[in-house]
């Protein structure tokens, strides 16, 4: 029975994680969205550089991490000593409106933001075949997240690009 409790209790965590991860990229895009560009790049760039001083304190003076609690209660246990996920996803961000403007920008966020949750989640909760070169991924979470990153992405461009950034995706996870 203890088996089930600890699946339920990694699911949970899990989840928390991704609900962290949505509420990051929502929220950078609604900045985005309201107050354009320009500031934009001063936030992400601000929040990447906060980002950055607080993975060092977690890393390496962790006695003082003020963000202890949160730390161990959403962060995997391997991740606990790497530069933390949302430090790579605002580092997405900034590259991404650096290197884009409107459309595609949006899509990278909307991809970064939904289809990492999406593939993760689904995979923890579907039944687990794994993919022939990472084990520790699930085919069917990524076949999922892969139809629905096409979905929001043939939206914004031809189904030509969509499908070759579905490619990306999968071979990305």
């Known amino acids: 029975m203890k088996g089930n409790t600890d699946k339920a209790f990694d699911i949970y965590k899990e989840i928390l994680r991704k609900m962290f991860h949505i509420g990051i990229g929502v929220t950078l895009l609604l900045f985005y969205i309201y107050f354009g560009r320009f500031y934009s790049i001063v936030l992400f760039t601000l929040l990447l550089g906060l980002a950055i001083l607080?993975?060092?304190?977690?890393?390496?003076?962790?006695?003082h991490y003020p963000l202890k609690r949160m730390a161990e209660t959403i962060a995997r246990s391997y991740e606990k000593t790497y530069v933390g996920a949302h430090t790579y996803s605002i580092a997405g961000f900034l590259v991404t409106i650096i290197l884009f403007e409107n459309i595609p920008f949006l899509?990278?966020?909307?991809?970064?933001?939904?289809i990492d949750p999406v593939i993760s989640l689904?995979?923890?909760?579907?039944?687990?075949?794994?993919?022939?070169y990472n084990k520790s991924k699930n085919i069917l979470g990524t076949l999922i997240g892969c139809f629905?990153?096409?979905i929001i992405s043939s939206q914004f461009i031809t189904v030509f690009y969509s499908a070759i950034l579905v490619l990306i995706i999968f071979g990305i996870d």
């Open 122 to 132: 689904a995979g923890l909760l579907m039944p687990r075949y794994e993919i022939p």
């Open 148 to 150: 629905i990153a096409f």
């Open 107 to 114: 899509l990278a966020a909307l991809t970064l933001t939904i």
């Open 54 to 63: 607080s993975d060092i304190i977690r890393i390496r003076i962790y006695i």
